[in-house]
């Protein structure tokens, strides 16, 4: 090639640059344009809208500003009349107006009585009727000079519908403790309004009683509210959430494939250390006794040795019974003993 044809080669390069330059600034020109006129932030908050976590206000640092809202309590049918007792269907309502049912068992006798809440564990819907769970141990109180109440919760006995999402359900289960705490000064205006009028309840003088899955809420509730009157509880599930939930999926029908579907998504917008009781246990100001049956097939003895450990760890103040060959529901020959104690306890520690 002669010096011409370089020379047109050169030109050629020169020239192939220079377009390809101009290209570039006015594609870089559009693309500033189109930045000024739709800006990235305004397309990502109109293309990509938030996710909602309305569940967010059940975590436990939250639930420590929860309002409580105090109802009316109304004072139903009689249930029962036993030695040393009397049972009544009663309802008081949610923050929300919901009405929630449950036992009511009072003593026979003229007085001034302090109040027990006692809170069942799990029970089948369709199975459960009021008073399951507790009955008994509210009879027991009721006849050694107590007022028990025990709340059905949404969706059981004669209370209106839960919510929909099984995770709020979950978490309404405190909110419902803490407001029936809160209605509990408007119980002398109930029994007045029933023609009770020779009992009345000293509703400063508080005592709460567990079992099982009613221990995990009422740890919760003593955790939350931080309240300072005596709780016992008899083979509480106490392990972290969600394991604490995921453990029993072996009992479902579908091995727990719908429970881990609904998990997976809770998680997917949760973080679910926040939901989990165990991991505020030093809120905890309330004196406990901890029942435990060695051979309980629900509750496993090293949740309980663990959460003694633990408590104690953290200053809270815990007295620990272990009952050999027990089972989970006391009825292996121990539940005298521990409802005998438990009643000790509570007669102690109330104020």
């Not at 036993?82 to 007085?111: A, C, E, H, Q």
């Amino acid at each position: 090639m002669g010096r011409q044809g370089e020379w047109c080669k050169m030109m050629m390069t020169s020239t192939m640059k220079k377009i390809f330059i101009l290209l570039i600034c006015v594609e870089t020109a559009f693309i500033a344009y189109l930045l000024i006129k739709h800006p990235i932030n305004n397309v990502a908050k109109t293309s990509i809208p938030p996710v909602e976590r309305p569940l967010l206000k059940y975590t436990y640092k939250n639930l420590r500003s929860y309002k409580a809202v105090s109802s009316d309590i109304q004072i139903d049918k009689e249930i029962r009349a036993g030695k040393g007792f009397v049972s009544y269907l009663f309802f008081f309502k949610t923050d929300d107006g919901r009405k929630v049912s449950g036992l009511l068992n009072i003593p026979d006798k003229p007085g001034t009585f302090p109040i027990m809440v006692l809170i069942r564990g799990f029970v089948d819907p369709a199975v459960y009727t009021t008073g399951t769970g507790s009955q008994r141990v509210g009879e027991y109180f009721a006849s050694n000079g107590f007022i028990t109440v025990a709340p059905d919760f949404l969706g059981y006995g004669q209370s209106d519908k839960p919510v929909k999402d099984a995770f709020e359900d979950r978490f309404q289960t405190y909110t419902t403790v803490i407001n029936l705490l809160a209605s509990l000064k408007n119980m002398n205006m109930a029994l007045a309004d029933k023609g009770i009028g020779n009992i009345t309840v000293d509703a400063t003088r508080i005592g709460m009683w567990a079992h099982s899955n009613g221990g995990q809420i009422a740890l919760s509730v003593a955790e939350i509210t931080g309240f300072t009157y005596p709780l016992v509880v008899w083979a509480p599930v106490s392990k972290p959430f969600p394991y604490s939930i995921l453990y029993y999926t072996d009992e479902f029908d579908d091995g727990g494939k719908a429970l881990r579907k609904v998990l997976a998504q809770f998680e997917q917008n949760y973080n679910v250390e926040d939901y989990s009781p165990a991991n505020y246990f030093d809120w905890i100001k309330a004196p406990i006794q901890l029942h435990q049956g060695i051979s309980d097939e629900e509750v496993p003895v090293a949740w309980s040795d663990a959460l003694n450990k633990t408590l104690t760890e953290k200053g809270v103040s815990v007295d620990y019974y272990t009952y050999p060959g027990e089972n989970h529901n006391f009825q292996n020959g121990s539940w005298q003993t521990a409802v005998e104690r438990s009643l000790d306890f509570i007669k102690k520690n109330i104020k």
